[in-house]
T-cell receptor, first 112, second 111 residues
Framework: DAGVIQSPRHEVTEMGQEVTLRCKPI?????LFWYRQTMMRGLELLIY????????DSGMPEDRFSAKMPNASFSTLKIQPSEPRDSAVYFC??????????FGSGTRLTVV | QQQVKQSPQSLIVQKGGISIINCAYE??????FPWYQQFPGKGPALLIA?????SEKKEGRFTISFNKSAKQFSLHIMDSQPGDSATYFC??????????FGKGTRLSVIA
């Protein structure tokens, strides 16, 4: 089992550009979560899916953020346009019910 | 509203000592309380977890103590080692809802 796979590991982009973060969950996991980690706010839930359907996106900070899960093995988080305050580490996690919550290694995003 | 409050923010412990990190929660419907360990450049990894029907769970050097009436739970690391130096997060959830995390404790174990 390869675990949750995120790409890219690092992304540096200019303000105003579109950024797409990618995630492959663990096979068989039916929940997928996107979290953002910053020093000030810790780990914040942005959105989560169950069986590819978005369940709660109330954590998405603005309309500039969007997430999709076209199938059980792939999800994207898109920021358009990006701003410097979006700089953070973005984590994808997956689970099969409670107790099997696994994180990817994260994407460190820097917007200059 | 912060649903899980974690303390301290940082902790320095001598090698061989006991590290203690505390968390308090507000939602009495929470029924799952895990601790995660995060090393620099890595994602958080599940360390140990407890459910409210027991007051303590031990796995090796790591112990969770749970006090349902006080709505508190804590992580104890016995015989702390330099390799335990990491950031620790407590979390809580109810059913299949997402985990709500504390803000983390940066632990440094010095020789």
């Amino acid at each position: 089992d390869a675990g949750v796979i995120q790409s890219p590991r690092h992304e540096v982009t200019e303000m105003g550009q579109e950024v797409t973060l990618r995630c492959k969950p663990i096979s068989g996991h039916d929940y997928l979560f996107w979290y953002r980690q910053t020093m000030m706010r810790g780990l914040e839930l942005l959105i989560y899916f169950n069986n590819n359907v978005p369940i709660d996106d109330s954590g998405m900070p603005e309309d500039r953020f969007s997430a999709k899960m076209p199938n059980a093995s792939f999800s994207t988080l898109k920021i358009q346009p990006s701003e410097p305050r979006d700089s953070a580490v973005y984590f994808c996690a997956s689970s099969r019910g409670q107790g099997s919550f696994a994180f990817g290694s994260g994407t460190r995003l820097t917007v200059v | 509203q912060q649903q899980v409050k974690q303390s301290p923010q940082s902790l320095i412990v001598q090698k061989g000592g006991i590290s203690i990190i505390n968390c308090a929660y507000e939602n009495t419907a929470f029924d799952y309380f895990p601790w995660y360990q995060q090393f620099p450049g890595k994602g958080p990894a599940l360390l140990i977890a407890i459910r409210p029907d027991v007051s303590e769970k031990k796995e090796g050097r790591f112990t969770i103590s749970f006090n349902k009436s006080a709505k508190q739970f804590s992580l104890h690391i016995m015989d702390s080692q330099p390799g335990d130096s990491a950031t620790y997060f407590c979390a809580a959830s109810r059913g299949n809802t997402p985990l709500v995390f504390g803000k983390g404790t940066r632990l440094s174990v010095i020789a």
